[in-house]
């Protein structure tokens, strides 16, 4: 499928929020679901629509800033919902399947709160079609929960769905990819606030040297740095600021990855991919 049927997939998607009346949509100010938010908006109301942000140990502060940025320029009500993720020892211990804990710890949240005070509105999440073809562990904590997934439902893809957004003039349209933090340390290796505020330090300081697009892998005593490859040669021209800094900040040795930045590096040799985040 191409471009050719992409307002069909449009009208689909607004036709199932229709027939919702009242959504909650899982709010991480990412590109498909302030898509998803936005589109809700126009054909509900503001006044039926809710934006749902998560903010636990494995999101900087940067996003949930994003978040908060994006729900204003939507002009729809946001709730913001702090989670401990780490008090889950299920999450804590980072086991392959960490990803499906968490999302079932996150919706399970989403959930309660709608109960008990939004009653009537519809969750829904922002997974995308090119998302549904890929394992990813979380998804089937939404499939018991019965979180709802529009975008994948109505057929939409990634690249349209940024088309859709920049029509509709949404400002975050070409924003990259984000993920979760914890993604960033290796399986079974324990989680611990210490190790997230650490990559997260170090991330927020390639961002400010204009590598938008970067990962900070964290392996104890190392920190391996990916960015594009059209960026490689640029990241070590900057190279001994950057190791001033990340030494500075606590680790030893300093690593780039030759192969550039690639989703679910982590997850080579596994059939995991938790690197796309829609919270």
């Known amino acids: 499928m191409g471009f050719d049927h992409m307002e069909d997939r449009l009208d689909d998607l607004k036709f199932s929020l229709k027939e919702m009346k009242k ?7 990412g590109v498909d679901s302030t898509f998803l938010l936005k589109v809700a908006v126009d054909v509900l109301g503001p006044e039926d629509v809710l934006a749902l942000t998560a903010r636990s140990q494995f999101t900087t502060s940067q996003e949930i800033d994003t978040a908060l940025e994006m729900a204003r320029e939507i002009g729809v009500e946001q709730v913001v919902v702090e989670i401990d993720t780490l008090e889950d020892g299920m999450i804590k211990d980072n ?16 959930l309660k709160l709608l109960d008990e005070e939004y009653p009537g509105y519809v969750l829904v999440e922002g997974t995308n079609r090119d998302d549904v073809r890929e394992y990813r562990p979380g998804k089937r904590a939404m499939e018991e929960l019965k979180v709802l997934s529009p975008l994948a439902d109505s057929g939409l893809s990634k690249d349209e769905i940024r088309v859709l ?14 993920s979760c933090l914890a993604t960033r340390i290796p399986y079974d ?4 606030e210490e190790k997230l505020q650490l990559i997260e330090k170090g991330e927020t300081y390639l961002k400010e040297l204009g590598f938008k697009e970067c990962r900070l892998r964290y392996h104890n005593d190392i920190a391996r740095i990916e960015v594009p ?31 550039g930045l690639r989703s679910g590096s982590m997850d080579i040799g596994h059939d995991h991919a938790c690197e796309d985040r829609h919270v």
């Open 23 to 29: 959504v909650a949509v899982a709010f991480s100010g």
């Open 95 to 110: 086991p392959r399947d960490r990803c499906y804990h968490c999302k079932l710890r996150i919706f399970s949240t989403f």
């Open 165 to 178: 957004s920049k029509r509709l003039g949404i400002s975050n349209w070409s924003r990259p990819s984000q």
């Open 189 to 192: 290796q324990e989680l611990t």
């Open 229 to 259: 490859k059209d960026e490689l040669r640029r990241i070590l021209d900057l190279s001994q600021g950057i190791i001033s800094k990340l030494k500075e900040l606590g680790f030893i040795y300093i690593t780039l990855d030759m192969e």
